[in-house]
């Protein structure tokens, strides 16, 4: 185990701290171990290092290339996908952008994505999005597949940001990410952590269940789940008290993943419209806070008009308040791993193995629930395996019982469908600087890649969905625990993007996306960048970094950040 415990607690101390944020570190030698074959015509593909990584892409290779193993390319017959990662995949790929790449099609994250596509790095592929999949790129001719196209897989609000450069498309989303709770599901069974109706936890795995914070009692998979804050505050100290566990841990090195988490808090909060306003910029923001009565309650104050010249408005908007106030009680009821949740050498991968580990590692000390994105699993996949190779398959990621938990609700008044705020950047795309005798093959990858049949083995692969419209089918069954629970959030939330063609998000993306710089609170003549640490280090509560932000985001502070909106 010795070597077990070495992986789980390497680290990632040396990646940029901007994309650690969002995915790991984990990944394969570049091009695998497969060698060239001389014959045949190279496609060079590019996948963000870390995160999901390139699985996927091997599942869907040897399909792919089936397909056009008879086809002539010059003097080339048939297609060789050369599959590589590197953590450049991301921001704006450097000052140069894409011209210095190989790579023909690329997966990135946390891409600037209409900066980009105005730089000239992406290739125009509206055809690839608006022509049927049953459409052949490269024989030029229409088969008899699927006929639907991309085009009608997206949403309108993706319609309108993919096509916002002269209304053509340039990139196609490809990673519903998002930051959350995940949790044990082994540990709720087996110590009856759920809720009955009465508000009571049950007392046997074949109780009656509450209807979970939807409300809905058809929807099975959430029922028994904390309803409310209170709730939840009610299960942590059960886990912590009578379990000796840790209710809530997360890696203490990366804040921003808690930062993250307040933002996914605050859209279930106010909902999709209302969190929409922090990337358009444009609407009403409604019941802003104002102030505090003695008793600590919220006062509430006329809707407000917002524009990109007064986004510090948006300060003011209550999901705000109520996503500190849930992190508030966590935070002083010690509901979270204290000895190690602010250490700067225990890592969110560190955090992801114990997650997994202790279970068997008695000298660990088990979680029940851990802050991190939807894709935590993919990171962790090398704990799994080792633990496989050690326990059997019962200790497999596809065995092991793991879920995203749906947010409990500030109040019972607010219990309905979960919204879920979904990261900007995710995106596939061809490199404008394409070989010409490429282009088609390419794009044949690229729009193969948004099948039913292939949207369906990338969410198998990696056990999260595309954030596009597709029927799992009897594919759903192949999924773990935690796919299902993906599956099931993509098909019954309200969903938001941080994604806006507004001319501040364009040419503020990070400013605007990035989680610390959007929680910045001066409070007491002192400038707070994270809330955690602010409330566990100086003990600042959450009414107080609530209006810390308004005292630090003032109109000319707004004013000199964002100049060009």
Not at 162 to 174: E, H, M, Q, R, V
Not at 339 to 359: I, M, P, R, W, Y
Not at 413 to 440: C, R, W
Request: aromatic share 12%; proline share 4%.
């Amino acid at each position: 185990m010795k070597g077990k415990l070495k992986k789980i607690f390497a680290g990632a101390m040396g990646a940029a701290m901007i994309c650690a944020a969002l995915a790991g570190c984990t990944g394969r030698a570049p091009e695998g171990s497969e060698p060239v074959n001389t014959d045949q015509l190279q496609l060079y593909i590019g996948v963000y290092e870390g995160g999901l990584g390139s699985d996927w892409v091997y599942a869907l290779k040897k399909d792919f290339e089936d397909k056009y193993a008879d086809v002539t390319f010059g003097d080339k017959k048939g297609v060789q996908l050369r599959i590589s990662e590197s953590k450049a995949f991301t921001g704006e790929f450097g000052t140069s952008g894409t011209v210095n790449m190989s790579q023909e099609v690329i997966f990135a994250e946390g891409a600037a994505t209409l900066y980009c596509a105005e730089r000239g790095d992406f290739l125009d592929i509206s055809d690839v999005v608006t022509k049927p999949l049953n459409y052949d790129f490269v024989r030029k001719s229409t088969g008899s597949g699927e006929s639907a196209t991309i085009e009608s897989k997206l949403n309108q609000d993706q319609r309108d940001y993919y096509s916002a450069i002269d209304g053509k498309y340039y990139a196609l989303p490809t990673a519903e990410a998002y930051m959350g709770l995940a949790y044990d599901i082994e540990v709720f069974e087996d110590n009856n952590l759920y809720f009955a109706p009465d508000g009571s936890f049950v007392t046997g795995p074949d109780a009656e269940r509450s209807s979970g914070p939807d409300g809905d009692p058809s929807t099975e998979w959430d029922n028994g789940l904390p309803q409310t804050y209170e709730q939840f505050y009610t299960l942590c100290a059960k886990i912590k008290n009578d379990l000796k566990m840790i209710p809530v841990m997360w890696g203490g090195a990366l804040q921003e993943m808690v930062s993250f988490l307040l933002l996914s808090l605050e859209a279930d909060n106010v909902g999709a419209e209302q969190m929409y306003l922090n990337y358009d910029y444009d609407g009403t923001l409604e019941k802003p806070i104002t102030s505090f009565d003695g008793s600590g309650n919220p006062q509430f104050g006329a809707d407000v008009p917002i524009t990109a010249a007064t986004g510090y408005e948006l300060y003011k908007q209550s999901g705000k308040y109520y996503a500190l106030k849930f992190i508030e009680g966590i935070i002083e009821n010690g509901y979270y791993n204290v000895d190690n949740g602010t250490s700067s050498a225990f890592t969110h991968q560190d955090a992801e193995g114990v997650f997994v580990s202790a279970k068997y590692n008695t000298n660990m000390t088990r979680a029940a629930m851990l802050v991190d994105g939807n894709w935590w699993q993919s990171e962790a996949k090398g704990v799994f395996a080792d633990w496989e190779a050690e326990k059997g398959a019962e200790a497999s990621m596809q065995n092991r019982k793991f879920g995203m938990m749906p947010f409990p609700k500030a109040s019972a008044e607010e219990l309905g469908p979960m919204t879920l705020l979904t990261y900007q950047g995710h995106v596939g795309f061809i490199n404008s600087h394409i070989d010409a005798e490429k282009v088609d093959i390419a794009k044949a990858f690229l729009q193969y890649c948004y099948t039913e049949e292939a949207l369906r083995t990338y969410t198998v692969t990696t056990n999260i969905c595309r954030p596009v419209t597709y029927d799992m089918g009897d594919a759903y069954d192949q999924l773990s625990t935690h796919g299902k629970m993906c599956v099931d959030l993509h098909t019954s939330a309200n969903k938001v993007s941080m994604e806006s063609a507004s001319k501040i998000n364009r040419n503020y993306n990070t400013q605007i996306w990035y989680a610390p710089e959007l929680w910045k609170s001066t409070v007491g003549g002192t400038t707070y960048t994270y809330p955690s640490l602010a409330m566990i280090n100086n003990g600042i509560s959450a009414e107080d970094y609530f209006m810390g932000m308004r005292a630090y985001w003032t109109p000319s502070v707004w004013s000199a950040t964002f100049k060009n909106v």
